[in-house]
């Protein structure tokens, strides 16, 4: 992957913090700088399975991590910015990152990478699961009926949300498409996903991870949605 000096802008990790952004700016710096430095390690692929680069120790793509600086994000996925060594005289530069909480996930630069050479998911609807490229859902499903500026792309049976040329939520109305795995569509109720997926049986309709699996079940009036951000 090409590290490109810019800003990212990621609109979809909006969500509660947490912890406050007063209580993370008081941490001193050397925390700040643990926990971005942990989140990136290992090898990461891009959505075709190939190597995009790897971290270790304080080392980014090769390059020295200088800094960890913009720390922002929310209760499932953090925001930073790597500030790189410049090489053979280049001056230091910075790179945005946004890591999933389960660290499945690096957004760099504003596309998506992940930890594993081939998909790993758990649910899926039609054949589309989180993490699929953005290209291949296409694919698969054919033209939506709208596929809006902020990256929807909207059908009959369900909308499926993207961001970085990836799914990152999947969303389905009463009367639309069912969960591949499970069977099980927005018009079912509480205690059936309960069962189906080791919910608590009072389960309340707020966003629950699926068997450690980096994936959220929400149910709503109308609607069944399934993220990655579990909002």
Not at 14 to 40: C, D, Q, T
Not at 146 to 155: A, D, V
Not at 159 to 177: K, R
Request: charged residues 25%; glycine residues 10%.
């Amino acid at each position: 992957m090409k590290l490109r000096c810019r800003s990212c802008f990621f609109a979809f990790l909006v969500a509660a913090l947490s912890f406050s952004a007063a209580a993370f700016a008081s941490m001193p710096a050397i925390n700040r700088f643990k926990e971005g430095v942990a989140a990136v390690q290992g090898v990461w692929y891009d959505l075709d399975g190939v190597e995009a680069f790897s971290a270790e120790g304080a080392f980014f793509d090769g390059r020295k991590i200088l800094d960890v600086t913009g720390y922002g994000g929310s209760a499932e996925a953090a925001n930073v910015d790597f500030c790189l060594e410049g090489k053979d005289g280049e001056t230091p530069f910075y790179v945005n990152i946004t890591w999933t909480r389960d660290r499945r996930f690096l957004l760099v630069d504003g596309r998506y990478c992940r930890s594993t050479k081939e998909p790993d998911y758990f649910e899926s609807v039609r054949g589309v699961f989180l993490g699929m490229k953005t290209e291949d859902a296409l694919a698969l499903l054919g033209e939506p009926t709208e596929h809006t500026k902020n990256g929807r792309l909207i059908y009959p049976d369900m909308t499926i949300h993207t961001s970085g040329g990836m799914v990152v939520a999947i969303v389905l109305p009463n009367g639309g498409a069912h969960l591949d795995a499970s069977g099980l569509g927005a018009e079912d109720a509480p205690e059936d996903f309960a069962a189906a997926y080791n919910f608590s049986k009072n389960w309340d309709g707020q966003a629950r991870e699926i068997e450690s699996s980096g994936e959220y079940l929400r149910k709503q009036e109308g609607m069944i949605i399934l993220s990655l951000f579990g909002r």
